[in-house]
């Protein structure tokens, strides 16, 4: 039986059994590639175990939520993303109450200054440290927004969950892909500053090399929508699903064409199974939930 085995740069092979335990080089890229006998798969949830998943998300809901079907209609999965609504307000107001004492004293101190200039210095500083109070303040009480993925919305059975690794996301977010056992699958991570051009998204597995890398799916279009917007839905944002770091396109993540919020993730082009499915999965709630599409 022939034993599937893909290179780093994304090129699938099928290599005879006489080769099982022996290296050979990508023709491709030059890599080395060791051959190693496929062992048993253990068995795969079914509901997570497939190329194609239907999404819905909720509307009219504050927090983050969708139901995912199969492609006969039938309900697998319901993925939540809470808001945290009430903790965050409650954190902007003592942030805010910080932020406002650390000015106030700085401020009395200001006024007891003996010259212009030293109140003027002294007033900058009271508004840069209220203002670094505010944000310390609120970052530290505002709740990180973890994903999880439930067998349904009883939300009685825990199958998935990306959780937020941190809560400062000025340029680079970080986020983490868990079993439900608790086991890191994988790590994801975007650059707001990529996002501005084209957005796009990198997958990691667990010894740091890249599993997938999520991007627009056209340059042309990624502009287009920078300057006209949704358009009516007509430039509508879809992604692309690349093996590795090459482009090989293994997967799509589309918004369909309708009124409610409607998505489809097709894994169908990987046909080796490269990409672990839940994994996949993952990527394409956040190419939405942490896009704010």
Known sequence: MPIAVTCRCGRSY??????????????????????????????????LDRDKFLLRQKHLAISAKYHVWDEAGQPILYIERPAHLAQNLAAVFAGLLAGGAVGALFGVAATAMPSEPLKVAVALVAFCGGLAAMLAVIILLCAKRHVTFYRNDAKAERLLEVIQDNKFQLIIANY?????????????RKNYLYNIVRKRWYCYAPDGSV???????????????????PLFGFLRTNFILLAGNSDTVIGEFNRKFTILDRYVLDMSNDRNRTLDRRIALAVGVMLDAGEHR
């Open 176 to 188: 983490t892909v868990r079993d439900a056992a608790g086991q890191v699958l994988a790590r994801l």
């Open 14 to 47: 099928n290599f005879k059994d006489e080769l099982a335990g022996k290296s050979v080089k990508c023709p491709d890229c030059g890599e080395t590639i060791r051959v190693e006998a496929e062992a048993p798969r253990p068995q795969a949830d079914p509901a």
């Open 211 to 229: 599993l997938c890398v999520a991007k627009e799916d056209s340059i042309i279009l990624s502009l287009l929508r920078r300057f006209l917007g």
